[in-house]
């Protein structure tokens, strides 16, 4: 089981190899929003993304064989470019499979740091029957974005530096997909600062956590159909029963709200973030009685946004 | 005249009311293009852009009679959005002249921050008239966008703190219009850094500083027809001489590179910056021999982009 001594085991061995992103305020949205607002800019993470964080800490703590013969992970994009990056640091190779419907932008940014692609459906079952036989073929070791303890306990450094920063915040909200960062950002907060609340943000076109929370039990998305390509993943077994125990609460953002949010975001902190984290701002706004008044960590996880494709 | 002292008293009078921005760096930049660089974010100043560092040193220099008359200026966006926002801190009223081709977002700004717009036609005579008419009729005190040497020592403040955070540079790069901003950055760099290189960057379709330079005397822009609205001004009898005497070269850059190297800060640093900044890296790329192994500043002056105009 994962621990809040993981996360701080996790930051050391990574600590090196990734950037402490510095925090955003803005005075003129504090005071139309009513709260005191921390952006953690993973958008200026290295790869452009918090994804590092988790698979540095996994990679690294690979034996020698196991990194010899290379690296295989499915990825929507952001894991796949830190894998890929992390990878080549270490002088090995990685396979990345990716759904058919990446954008362009993250299959370039999987090539630019040295990633092979691999393509599959936009399903899971395709995914990993796709990731079953590429790994008989080649014998690597499998990097998962996000169901596995050393990549929870890698994403949980990110609120770590946002908490030892600001440390009377009140309140994180983070994005959940396939639940790593959220996890992680949970057994962090909860750990150094007992009644901090912590809320995923979550599409309303991809609600899967939401529904799995109020049934108790892993629900598949009955549609991926969101501009938030980062969140089109379904929590996980290892993931859940962290979210399902300690998270305060999974807030629905409609897809006009994770597009007005992003607007916001780009015009008024000038930072490029993609909607897969704007919707953060969106779920802080859509309950902004919850917030009134409160210090509030927002994670920006990352940037890498087709800048061809606005979508105003 | 000017000198690196009234930079300094700039400095001391200004800093509680500015950000000391943050100096952004990017190793896979770097790498593609062979230089060091480190680009000074004025995008993430108060009011997005540098224009607030000059306005805050005059207006906090005006005495009391003065500042109960009001203040006006002229202003194609991020100078009006700055003076309304230190007026508004300091109890008075300001009035903005502004070209009436002036962006929809840099009206908006300047309305945020509770300055009156005035508009006028967009060349030099009709903004002197509507200001002179201005002055007569309400006996405001004029804050010039860039010939005063108050504003000078404000704008030299953002290249001294560059050079304070990063002494061994080799060079600076910054935009030019109308020479606020570019002779107090000759200022403060050859004073702190005897052989460091400034050099301006230009649009080629609004190119008066480089043909002023090479015909030793002030020539009026020939078209004011590009993409970066703050580099449409003509540079003024108090900067020309400063810039004439100090400046290592004045780079021109076409539209085409001004679009393009703001696409490429977008998506490599992740940040909103306005086409009046983008051009010091497209001068930096268009002369890349002349900057090759060197350590690079360069001044990104604003964020105010209009982001329903996307360019390409």
């Not at 013969?69 to 470019?81: D, F, L, Q, Y």
């Not at 890698?154 to 915040?169: C, H, M, R």
């Not at 912590?198 to 501009?227: C, H, Q, W």
Request: net charge neutral; hydrophobic share 35%.
């Amino acid at each position: 089981m994962v621990t809040y001594n993981d996360i701080e085991k996790a930051h050391q061995i990574i600590s090196d190899h990734i950037h402490n992103t510095p925090i955003l305020t803005s005075d003129s949205l504090d005071n139309e929003l009513g709260s005191n607002l921390f952006f953690k800019c993973e958008n200026f993470q290295k790869t452009g993304s918090f994804k590092i964080r988790g698979a540095t800490n996994s990679i690294l703590q690979l034996n020698d064989t196991e990194i010899k013969n290379g690296i295989i992970t499915t990825s929507s994009g952001n894991h796949g470019a830190a894998v890929a990056f992390i990878a080549d640091k270490i002088g090995t190779s990685s396979k990345i499979i990716m759904p058919n419907n990446t954008p362009k932008n993250k299959i370039e940014n999987v090539q630019r740091y040295g990633g092979e692609i691999f393509y599959c459906e936009p399903n899971i079952k395709s995914r990993e029957d796709t990731l079953e036989k590429m790994v008989q073929k080649s014998g690597g070791s499998i990097i998962h974005p996000y169901n596995d303890e050393k990549i929870i306990a890698g994403q949980g450094t990110a609120a770590k530096e946002l908490i030892e920063k600001v440390p009377d915040l009140d309140a994180i909200i983070c994005p959940v997909s396939g639940g790593g960062l959220l996890s992680g950002t949970l057994l962090a907060a909860k750990n150094l600062k007992p009644g901090i609340k912590v809320f995923g943000a979550e599409p309303e076109n991809a609600d899967d956590t939401y529904r799995s929370i109020l049934n108790n039990k892993i629900m598949s998305n009955e549609t991926t159909d969101t501009i938030a390509d980062g969140l089109r993943a379904q929590v996980g077994t290892v993931t859940f029963p962290i979210i399902k125990e300690n998270v305060d609460k999974i807030l629905l953002v409609s897809e006009e709200m994770i597009i007005s949010s992003m607007y916001m975001i780009w015009q008024r902190l000038k930072i490029i973030i993609e909607p897969s984290c704007s919707i953060v701002l969106a779920a802080l706004m859509l309950n902004s009685n919850k917030f009134l008044n409160k210090k509030v960590g927002l994670i920006l996880t990352g940037g890498n946004y087709d800048l061809k494709q606005i979508p105003w």
